[in-house]
């Protein structure tokens, strides 16, 4: 199934096709996408680039788990990361989930014969399956291990390293007990989502103690966290103007214009550009049911009402599923 987009991308300035508003989006500023394990893989990355030219900087894969299957580039374990599957101009920092040194050291060297640089270690993922497994975020509770972590990778590999971080497991301290490590080693960067592993997603965003910690880090922030409007880009951009990266998690899904908006890029063809991406996404081979979910959340961002989105979901085929998005124009 192939489909071909007809709407002019804004590379070139033509008026009726998108507009460049007043924005506190500078040119130093760059915008991330977030990862979201079975969303935002290289057919969504892909899709993303060729409808949204231009407003993804870089992306963090899906996290690379260490527990499951040989370290071999060729085999499932690495399928999201090869090259030839990354058609787009979106920088790609793996991403890794685990504890085991030797693994972590095992997937760097691999991944670097695959041509990436960096690897991006996840210590916040808040998730139970994963916390109670002492991964993700259940690791800032014991800073030494990172510290031990982190030394072993630049010992033993020639990869840049960053780390993706909450304020802690359930205590901040547990953050600025790890300051002092991080200033310590050439961390690349830190993207810090601002609230603590065991609230998961049900508590606000904690900006004083990210303001305290972010006075106090000396490599490059990333924020992450409750990006859900441009407003709320306006009001993180005016209280922490040093902050040049951002990060954007379920909202760039729920609203695939987010970071669009946030650059001052609005395209008066918005339903056209929606389907046109659900058509990528289509033929990138995925499943009913894949293309189901993502509609899940593009409805909510639309804010259709349920009805739309109950037919969708009683629908049979991709092509029904096409048929009946394309009536929605």
Known sequence: MAYEISFITPKVKVADTFVFETSLWSSEDKMYMAPMHGLTDYYFRNAFAKVFPCTIDKAI?????LTHGKLEKSTRK???LLPINNNNDIELIPQILGNDINGIIEVANTLKTMGYNEINWNLGCPFKKITNKNRGAALLKDNQYIEKVISEVFEKTDMHLSLKVRLGYDSTEDIFRLIPIVNSYPISSITIHPRLGVDEYSSEVDLDIFEEVSKTINKKIIYNGDI???DDFKILKNRFPQIKDWMIGRWLIY????AAQIRGINYPDKMERLIAFNNELVGSGISVNKIKEFWGYFSKGLNWEAEKLDK????????EITDYINTQK
């Open 255 to 258: 609203n695939p214009f987010l």
């Open 78 to 80: 690495f399928k999201d």
């Open 312 to 319: 969708i979901n009683h629908l049979q085929t991709i092509e």
């Open 61 to 65: 894969s899906p996290f690379l788990s």
């Open 228 to 230: 859900k409007t441009v």
